[in-house]
């Protein structure tokens, strides 16, 4: 019975530690997905509210000759000259 083996596994591991640890383990999770999905709609505010992304647009150009990197040949040539002009 594998379910059985796991579930003793897992109340040894859990006797092993004293509570406060577990409270500490379980609060500092729950801080740390809180913060991460916090700024997930700090960006959907700001982004309604004010009309800005939150992307840096610094690194436009570079990213544009990666993309022009993955084109043909021939319209890679095309897409440098007209990126390297404007």
């Avoid at 059985?4 to 596994?9: D, H, R, V």
């Avoid at 859990?14 to 500490?24: G, K, Q």
């Avoid at 992304?53 to 990666?66: D, K, N």
């Amino acid at each position: 019975m594998w379910v059985t083996k796991q579930k003793t596994k897992l109340q040894e591991l859990y006797r092993e530690f004293p509570r406060p640890f577990w409270t500490l383990t379980a609060a500092t999770f729950i801080d740390r997905v809180g913060g991460a999905l916090l700024y997930l709609f700090f960006a959907l505010y700001f982004t309604s509210r004010f009309g800005v992304g939150l992307i840096v647009e610094s690194g436009q150009p570079a990213r544009q000759m990666m993309v022009a990197d993955l084109l043909p040949e021939e319209k890679r040539a095309e897409r440098r000259a007209s990126l390297l002009c404007s």
